[in-house]
């Protein structure tokens, strides 16, 4: 490695955020060097075994977690370890091996799911209050909590994102999106599908505009919470009027049965601060999905989740 490399330590990187990592980051003239975490989040020794065998690291991304809220459900302990415990041992391994003068920006994925939705619509900010609904989203916010703690008592340069709602082929086929394609591709020739919770609405933002907030705040090294969002109301009975389009099933009609409306958006104030102004479009939302024939790879047994 040169002395004009820029080093960054990526956990999660097999994962959605990690492969769009790599995929969408702007190197703009420098040499950027990514280090994959390769052990066990879950175990200390592991996370700082790997953090002292980098020569130099100028960046650390934290995107490892265990997110679909059905495997949370299944395995609340596991959960635990993963996303709070995870987030602990990284924060540790940070606050034991680095000075205040050598301790890499630390970028923590978070969500918007440590958030309470509610049947008004709404634009949460950063100083909401914490009220998450779903185990996934209290493992979450728990690790979030974390990093305030030693954020504001160690001083290590620590950013955390709330990421908003967003979709790619490569999510579990229960996410919204996927789940939505799957069910309107598969279902009979004039069927009338019943989809709870389309009333309501959710801010989506794609995983390149979340990378490129990643990388700004990076830039900037940022430090403290950002909602990650375009601060958009979409309307999911739209969303999922553009999936039927796409797909060409005018015949299937879409009803939204009007039970579980919950509203969730972000106030992008701080990311707008900064200089960012994402916003968001329905088509680069759902246009991956609709290239190379990638929704046949998309099963329709799961059940619409969501989030």
């Not at 990284?90 to 969500?111: H, Q």
């Not at 430090?223 to 099933?249: M, P, Y």
């Not at 960012?276 to 329905?282: A, E, R, S």
Request: charged share 15%; net charge neutral; aromatic share 8%.
């Amino acid at each position: 490695m040169s002395s004009n490399t820029i080093c960054i330590g990526v956990t999660g990187s097999t994962g959605v955020l990690g492969r769009a990592l790599f995929k969408n980051w702007s190197h703009a003239n420098q040499n950027v060097e990514f280090v994959s975490f390769k052990g066990d989040i879950k175990n200390q020794s592991d996370v700082n075994d790997w953090l002292c065998n980098i020569p130099k690291i100028n960046g650390l991304l934290h995107f490892a977690a265990m997110v679909p809220t059905s495997d949370v459900d299944k395995d609340p302990l596991k959960a635990f370890h993963v996303n709070t415990l995870g987030t602990l041992n990284i924060l540790e391994a940070c606050r034991l091996n680095f000075t205040k003068e050598t301790c890499p920006w630390i970028f923590i994925a978070s969500t918007s799911h440590v958030y309470a939705s509610t049947s008004q619509k709404q634009f949460v900010t950063e100083t909401s209050p914490l009220s998450p609904v779903s185990t996934y989203g209290v493992t979450k916010a728990q690790g979030d909590q974390w990093a305030e703690v030693y954020r504001s008592k160690y001083n290590l340069p620590i950013c955390t994102g709330r990421i908003f709602s967003y979709s790619d082929p490569n999510q579990a086929a229960s996410f919204f999106i996927p789940s939505l394609i799957a069910k309107i591709k598969d279902a009979p020739a004039d069927a009338r599908l019943e989809i709870r919770g389309l009333d309501g609405t959710r801010d989506f933002i794609t995983v390149q505009q979340i990378i490129e907030t990643i990388q700004l705040l990076f830039l900037q090294k940022a430090i403290g919470i950002f909602n990650i969002g375009t601060g958009t109301a979409v309307s999911l009975f739209d969303i999922a009027q553009s999936v039927r389009e796409k797909l060409g099933r005018s015949d299937v009609t879409i009803i939204s049965t009007g039970t579980d409306t919950h509203h969730l958006g972000a106030n992008i104030q701080k990311l707008n601060d900064i200089g960012l102004h994402p916003t968001f479009n329905i088509n680069t939302l759902l246009d991956s999905f609709f290239i190379d024939n990638q929704t046949s790879s998309i099963s329709s047994t799961n059940k619409t989740v969501i989030n």
